[in-house]
């Protein structure tokens, strides 16, 4: 009994950074897909870098050290369109999303600050592959804010406008006319 007690709390320790890893994976997809649906908005287009910054959060946790070296854009999209389905089908069925939203932007924000963003996007600094990794791998993994400035209730109307955006588009959207629906029946 002595020895299993020190061989569990072992195999915990490797376990656990594996599934904390994966959990920062998932918050960063669902922020880039959350980001994806509100880049509709013509005045979002800011928030491109920011698409792509968690892009690069998901992918680079996402890396098993053990197989996969690399992953790849084709992934990634699977990965964000994935996300975009699960989140519109929570939209739809009534989740407010605002408090990940805002989540989200906070993170995304800390993320760019700690990138030092304007410095990462200077064609001047070509770093490689593995200093990137490293870089995106010690990155605030959520974000520092603890207390905000605007109302829940403006985060919530920004994702229904992101999502009314998203929706209204020529483009083929899963779940269309529920999203216009479920935006509709929110503003009767």
Known sequence: MK???PILILLVGFVTPTYAEK???????????LIYIQ?????MAGLTAGEALMNRIYAYHMIDD????EM???????????AITKLTQEYIQGANLAEEY???VYWMTDVA?????SEYVSQDNQIGEAEEMALFLSAPKETSVTIFKNPIETWEQQVDLGFGAWSSQELEVPYKKAILMRISEKFE
């Open 102 to 104: 805002r989540g989200c």
């Open 66 to 69: 053990n197989k996969e070296m």
């Open 3 to 5: 020895k299993i007690l």
């Open 23 to 33: 959990e920062v994976a998932d918050r960063a997809i669902r922020c880039s897909a």
């Open 113 to 117: 600050k700690f990138i030092n963003i």
């Open 39 to 43: 880049l509709t908005r013509p005045e």
């Open 72 to 82: 790849t854009n084709g992934q990634i999209t699977a990965a964000q369109t994935d």
